[in-house]
């Protein structure tokens, strides 16, 4: 079973709120990603990490931003929420050096702004 | 660009039919392939890959899938499906030289009735 972790399940809050969702990995993955879920839709890869201190925008361009001042966290920000944010967002690592590694999924956060 | 289609978004099919479920990617250059499966509100779990060799691969849950390169396709087939085996399935692809990125299609809903 895979060992990275997303907090909260599930968040429901108000426009204009500040939010921070949480996802860690106890595997010492050099790699990791932040992917964007719309219901019945494929996963956009917004923000995505090699290591500490690197961060690069994805292929879907998002409002959020992203952290790595430690390997093990991967924290996404929404300075203020929209109901446009509203989503499902799913966090993942790999090992890095490994092009054919498979990614580890989180069970997601699952973002409601009313 | 690199694109994944997955024909169906939806495919009801009784308990201990087969299955198959439809893949097609574009690239013009090597890729990997990935079949992702998500189970309701959980995160994705890998089900099987193809990077390189033998051309079929296999799950221990006995899904199977088989790269076509002519036709740039990765279809994933079950010959006897069950109940548990209803979840959404994604499939996706990592380019060569990329870092390890996947690219998802739009998933596929697979519904087992009894």
């Known amino acids: 079973e895979a060992d990275i972790y997303q907090t909260p399940r599930y968040l429901v809050i108000g426009t204009g709120k500040k939010i921070t969702l949480e996802c860690s990995q106890t595997?010492?993955?050099?790699?990791m990603y932040w992917y964007q879920q719309d219901p019945g839709m494929e996963l956009h890869l917004i923000h995505y990490?090699?290591?500490?201190?690197?961060?690069e925008k994805g292929d879907l361009s998002s409002e959020s931003t992203v952290s790595r001042i430690r390997t093990e966290h991967f924290p996404l920000t929404l300075e203020s929420a929209r109901p446009s944010h509203t989503s499902q967002y799913l966090c993942?690592?790999?090992?890095?050096?490994?092009?054919?590694?498979?990614?580890?999924f989180g069970q997601g956060t699952r973002l409601t702004v009313v | 660009a690199q694109s994944v289609t997955q024909l169906d978004s939806q495919v009801p099919v009784f308990e201990e039919a087969p299955v198959e479920l439809r893949c097609n990617y574009s690239?013009?250059?090597?890729?990997?392939l990935f079949w992702y499966v998500q189970y309701p509100n959980q995160g994705l779990q890998l089900l099987l890959k193809?990077?390189?060799?033998?051309?079929l691969v296999e799950s221990i849950n006995g899904f199977e899938a088989e790269f076509n390169k002519s036709q740039t396709s990765f279809h994933l087939r079950k010959p006897s499906v069950h109940i548990s085996d209803t979840a959404e399935y994604f499939c996706?692809?990592?380019?060569?030289?990329?870092?390890?990125?996947?690219?998802f299609g739009q998933g596929t809903e697979l519904s087992v009735k009894p």
């Open positions: 993942a690592s790999s090992e890095y050096g490994r092009m054919n590694t498979e990614a580890f």
């Open positions: 595997m010492g993955h050099d790699k």
């Open positions: 990490s090699y290591g500490v201190n690197s961060t």
């Open positions: 690239s013009s250059v090597s890729v990997y």
């Open positions: 193809y990077l390189s060799g033998s051309t």
């Open positions: 996706a692809v990592s380019v060569l030289g990329q870092g390890g990125k996947l690219i």
